[in-house]
């Protein structure tokens, strides 16, 4: 069981948008940035969101990040068939057990 | 360029203990620390810990308190992780990944920006 929820699931079609949630406390998200990554089948994870809503060099501005309390939400626009991936949702957890903590991960389908 | 290469995939004996390392490229090995993350085959992503290279500084999940210990050696660029007492659900992939970290007003920016390969460790009598 993940500290931070996300929906198992989540499908759109090319060239659509989608949104995917990220739900924790206010000892991780709520007091703490979040970061996002997309896993490719078979691959490492690559970071796709910094500090809430900065992306690394490279990658494309169809990707955004928000934050809201303890809530987080990653963005996709203009879906491409190569989005289909695994996403996960960071951050570190400032509680007893402080460390780092992921989302449970969204696979998105692009239909 | 950024790299970290990982060792090969090891096959484990439960009971036993796998040391799997993380060679770093492409920047200064000692001014970043290295975070161990693995999956379990179709599960998500677990963090494990963290080192210092600098200081060799670490810090554990509660989860693997007393059975992991992360390492370096900086004359070669490279970090291990250690798991002793291997059980069936230690199978799993592990990856390393160069964390950024820094603590601000607004709370702990700490991401993973360069992620190695992974190392695929099964456990099976």
């Known amino acids: 069981q993940s500290v931070l929820t996300q929906p198992p699931s989540v499908s759109a079609a090319p060239g659509q948008k989608v949104t995917i949630s990220c739900s924790g406390s206010?000892?991780?998200?709520?007091?703490?940035?979040v970061s996002w990554y997309q896993q490719l089948p078979g691959t490492a994870p690559k970071l796709l969101i910094y500090?809430?809503?900065k992306r690394p060099s490279g990658i494309p501005d169809r990707f955004s990040g928000s934050k809201s309390g303890t809530s987080a939400t990653l963005g996709i626009t203009g879906l491409q068939t190569g989005d289909e991936a695994d996403y996960y949702c960071?951050?570190?957890?400032?509680?007893?057990?402080?460390?780092?903590?992921f989302g449970g991960g969204t696979k998105l389908t692009v239909l | 360029q950024v790299q970290l290469v990982q060792s090969g995939a090891e096959v484990k004996k439960p009971g036993a203990s796998v040391k799997v390392s993380c060679k770093a490229s492409?920047?200064?090995?000692?001014?970043?620390?290295i975070n161990w993350v693995r999956q379990a085959t179709g599960q998500g992503l677990e963090w494990m810990g963290w080192?210092?290279?600098?200081?060799?500084?670490?810090g554990y999940a509660q989860k693997f308190q007393g059975r992991v210990t992360m390492t370096r050696n900086t004359s070669i660029s490279t970090a291990y992780m250690e798991l002793s007492s291997l059980r069936s659900e230690d199978t799993a992939v592990y990856y390393c990944?160069?964390?950024?970290?820094?603590?601000?007003?607004?709370?702990?920016?700490?991401?993973?920006?360069?992620w190695g390969q992974g190392t695929l460790v099964t456990v099976s009598s």
């Open positions: 990944a160069r964390t950024r970290r820094m603590r601000a007003v607004a709370g702990h920016s700490y991401y993973f920006d360069y």
């Open positions: 492409g920047y200064t090995f000692t001014s970043y620390d």
């Open positions: 080192m210092n290279p600098n200081s060799g500084n670490t």
């Open positions: 206010s000892s991780n998200i709520g007091n703490n940035y």
């Open positions: 500090d809430n809503n």
């Open positions: 960071g951050t570190w957890d400032s509680s007893l057990s402080a460390g780092g903590v």
